[in-house]
């Protein structure tokens, strides 16, 4: 079975310009999350979603970040515009029914 | 809100060591979840373990055995005969809130393992 597949893998930009990152869950998972992971921390959830609906979204930085997940397959996570504090891993998970969230390998991006 | 501790920053130990990674959380549901996660340095999230709050019985697989209690909120996990491969960051992490329908995993910080040869 393939696991959570993300792209690009690793990502330089200039602050204030935009960026966009995709993640395809594993096949049947309804389940997808994008969560962000500073250097030295744990991730941390920026959204939640359930098929093509967001279920949490609370902790999302909406005047600058973005997400959707239009056909409830894979999913897009986009900064517009980035700052120097968004440098980190992106990280996308899925699950199924049960709760283990599977995580893909992540796309580091580094905002200069 | 939930919470948890992983005081243990990092851990250095000898090949064929046992070692012990502490956690602690903090949640006011009776019903949640707890996992462990592995990072080796690939940076991958490698799915360990869950265990529901209604099940508190320790669990083994092969070198790795988990200790559940509680009455102190704790979740500790235990390699037992480390080996260079074992090397990696390990997060403890919480899910609550269930039902929501939030399915939101709530980390500690991690703590990171290094076995020597």
């Known amino acids: 079975e393939a696991g959570v597949a993300q792209s690009p893998r690793y990502k330089i930009i200039e602050k204030r310009q935009s960026v966009a990152f995709w993640c395809n869950p594993i096949s049947g998972h309804a389940t997808l999350y994008w969560y962000q992971q500073i250097l030295g921390q744990g991730p941390k959830l920026l959204i939640q979603f359930q098929n093509n609906g967001v279920v949490d979204d609370s902790q999302l930085p909406k005047d600058r970040f973005s997400a959707e997940r239009l056909k409830g397959v894979d999913s897009t996570l986009k900064i517009q515009p980035a700052k120097l504090e968004d440098s980190a891993v992106y990280l996308c998970?899925?699950?199924?029914?049960?709760?283990?969230?599977?995580f893909g390998p992540g796309t580091r991006l580094t905002v200069t | 809100a939930q919470k948890v501790t992983q005081a243990q920053t990092e851990i250095s130990v000898v090949e064929k060591e046992d070692v012990t990674l502490d956690c602690v959380y903090e949640?006011?549901?009776?019903?949640?979840?707890l996992f462990w996660y592995k990072q080796p340095p690939s940076g991958e999230l490698v799915f360990l373990i869950r265990r529901n709050s209604f099940d508190e019985q320790n669990e083994i697989s092969g070198r790795y055995s988990w200790n559940f209690q509680k009455s102190t909120s704790s979740f500790n996990f235990t390699i037992t005969a480390s080996q260079v491969v074992d090397s990696a960051v390990y997060f403890c992490?919480?899910?609550?809130?269930?039902?929501?329908?939030?399915?939101?995993?709530?980390f500690g910080s991690g703590t990171r393992l290094q076995v020597q040869p």
């Open positions: 998970a899925s699950s199924l029914r049960s709760f283990e969230q599977y």
């Open positions: 949640t006011r549901d009776t019903t949640y979840y």
């Open positions: 992490a919480l899910s609550d809130e269930l039902d929501t329908g939030r399915r939101a995993l709530t």
